[in-house]
């Protein structure tokens, strides 16, 4: 389980993955997967990288927090190389996701369904302010004007990285999961290796949705 816990800090506080407000949440190690090659969005990529690891980062530690105005996900993976500047068109940042389900559950793997569609928040190392994407369905992926905010930090062969998200948000209810004080959800996580290549669907995921309790 992923709590939420309620601490006294404010926002620009709790954005720095390296403050001292996140030592009281503790934190969560979720197990990821390489996304199965069959899942991947064209025969191209699955003939290419069929032979190729992908996906190999093999747990992301998760805290989270709310100041009773946003939720804050920190998420920490260990990472040989600091991809958030690349040098080329043949390059690719790292990368990092929240995904929820915005209604009931949904498939992980499929990126959602048409009725069952999900929101991810994801952090790219080369851009300051995270995505917000919603999806129903493998390369349904549609990007909103984004209400997340977001702060990374490379040391020692490990990125810390904070994303947050006010809990009221100015978009149509269809692309808002629903969250608050006191309220229990689901969510996921994602990490995409730069130094790999990897990008879309090439990432390693928590395939199990993970209980969220928001503290009241």
């Known amino acids: 389980m992923v709590t939420a816990h309620r601490v ?16 009281s949440t503790g934190s969560e190690r979720v197990e990821l997967d ?6 991947q969005p064209s025969e191209y990529i699955q003939v290419k990288w069929k032979d190729v690891p992908y996906g190999e980062t093999p747990a992301v530690r998760v805290s989270a927090a709310h100041n009773r105005e946003a939720i804050f996900f920190r998420l920490a993976w260990d990472d040989a190389t600091d991809d958030s500047r690349p040098n080329d068109m043949a390059n690719f940042p790292d990368q990092a ?6 209604g009931d559950d949904a498939p992980i793997s499929e990126m959602g369904l048409p009725d069952k569609p999900v929101n991810m928040w994801l952090w790219r190392g080369d851009l300051e302010t995270p995505h917000y ?3 129903t369905g493998r390369g349904t992926t549609m990007r909103h004007e984004s209400p997340l905010l977001g ?25 808002v999961v629903p969250l608050a004080p006191g309220m229990q959800h689901k969510c996921t996580f994602a990490v995409w290796q730069g130094a790999n290549k990897e990008r ?15 503290e009241s």
Do not use: C, H
């Open 133 to 135: 994407v919603t999806a």
């Open 8 to 23: 006294s800090a404010d926002t620009q506080t709790l954005l720095d993955p390296n403050a001292d407000a996140w030592r």
């Open 151 to 175: 702060k990374a930090a490379y040391a020692d062969g490990a990125w810390g990285i904070v994303i947050a998200r006010p809990f009221n948000v100015g978009l149509e209810a269809q692309y």
């Open 97 to 102: 996701a929240v995904m929820l389900p915005i």
């Open 200 to 214: 879309g669907g090439l990432k390693a995921y928590g395939p199990v949705w993970q209980p969220l309790e928001v």
């Open 34 to 39: 390489a996304t199965p090659i069959v899942l």
